[in-house]
């Protein structure tokens, strides 16, 4: 069975502050997939970024970047220079290769960006 | 343009009543899925269907009835049997026979038991 945790629920900044959401993740399998998704005040969840367990690479996309460190088993998610548009709720996701696209989600994270 | 439609938003419902969840893509996805959604415990699987007139229970399905006889739409029935229907219901759809793990994800529906 497959476990993700966010132990951070909520998470206040003020605008352009820097912040991290983490992600721990439990699997028995070798070959997984980690995702993060963003779900805004409007309700639906919005894909952001997938990862294979092979690829220990960081990747950045604009202000957006993601830490994937399989030693510790944590996906993590950084925001640089925070804006009022990224409130959300961020969850994390797992899924091993057989399983398709069968995702386990953790918690989520409420993060509450002020101006 | 082309998503996901889940009605009704908000949905208020006795207890011992049966309530219908709608959920409709013209995505032209194979597969379907149903979350709930409780405040600190992330998405929780309900059902999923791979293709049309065949579904699947998810880790939660106790409580809860779907069918599949459309690709567009994949209904949700809360029953009276389930014990705690209050929550957050989204329904999800994605390219099936085609691993990527991107979901598609309706705006959700609030269902409240008085």
């Known amino acids: 069975a497959q476990k993700v945790t966010q132990a951070q629920t909520e998470i206040s900044v003020v605008e352009k502050e820097d912040v991290t959401l983490d992600c721990v993740y439990e699997?028995?399998?070798?070959?997984?997939?980690l995702f993060w998704y963003k779900q805004p005040p409007s309700g639906e969840l919005v894909f952001l970024i997938r990862?294979?367990?092979?690829?220990?690479q960081n990747e950045i996309s604009g202000r957006y970047s993601w830490n994937f460190q399989k030693s510790t088993s944590s996906f993590n998610f950084t925001i640089t220079a925070s804006q009022v548009v990224d409130s959300a709720v961020y969850f994390c996701?797992?899924?091993?290769?057989?399983?398709?696209?069968?995702?386990?989600f953790g918690g989520g994270t409420r993060l509450m960006v002020k101006p | 343009d082309g998503g996901i439609t889940q009605s009704p938003k908000y949905l208020f419902r006795k207890e011992g009543q049966n309530v219908t969840l709608s959920c409709e893509q013209n995505l032209n996805h194979d597969a379907m899925y149903w979350y709930r959604q409780d405040p600190g415990q992330g998405l929780r699987l309900i059902y999923y269907s791979q293709i049309v007139n065949d579904f699947q229970k998810g880790d939660i399905a106790e409580g809860y009835s779907v069918s599949r006889e459309k690709k567009e739409s994949f209904p949700l029935t809360v029953t009276s049997a389930q014990k705690n229907p209050t929550a957050f219901y989204l329904c999800a759809s994605s390219v099936s026979g085609t691993f990527t793990g991107e979901l598609f994800f309706g705006e959700g529906s609030r269902l409240t038991v008085l």
């Open positions: 996701a797992l899924t091993p290769r057989e399983a398709g696209n069968m995702l386990t």
């Open positions: 699997t028995r399998d070798t070959t997984y997939y």
């Open positions: 990862r294979n367990s092979f690829d220990e």
